[in-house]
């Protein structure tokens, strides 16, 4: 279903155990690196949180903000995934649904921290981050940065 392309880890591991079982003092070990994010896991987890966020589910919200956050952090090539697959728009679309509830204090701030390299977020993105609700909570956490 996807014309990405896949790294074989399967065939490095196998090289490298003959490599090693052959004695081969030569070859060094490489550890074999993550497997990339696919734009088909991006929308995954973009209907999900969407979901979620639509069904009010704030801990199965905070459990993928938290997942976006470690895929971010892995790599620039993942954050660009993210990115180009509309991660930035479901993530303002969470932010203002869930900015009425001051108890989401922490999520929220996690959601504006990963929209710093989710930029573009695109028009949509930003009228769902100026509508009252979104604005009035940006204004809110600001104004408790200043006070600690």
Known sequence: ???????????????????????S????????PRVPLMPHE???ICRKLSSATR????????EII???????????KNRKCLNE?????VLCDCFEKLSGDGKLTTMLEEILSLLTWNIPIGS???????????FRC?????????NS
């Not at 949509?124 to 979104?134: I, V, Y």
């Open 25 to 32: 003092s030569l070859i060094d070990r490489i550890p074999t």
């Open 124 to 134: 949509e993105g930003l009228t769902k981050l100026a509508s009252p609700s979104s």
């Open 138 to 146: 940006v204004a809110s956490l600001l104004k408790s940065r200043d």
């Open 1 to 23: 279903t996807t014309l990405d392309q896949i790294p074989n880890h399967t065939i490095r591991k196998m090289i490298q155990g003959w490599c090693v079982e052959k004695g």
């Open 66 to 76: 938290e997942r976006i956050k470690k895929l971010g952090d892995e790599s620039a």
């Open 85 to 89: 697959n509309g991660v930035g728009f």
């Open 42 to 44: 991006v929308n995954d």
């Open 55 to 62: 069904r009010g589910d704030y801990v199965k919200c905070g």
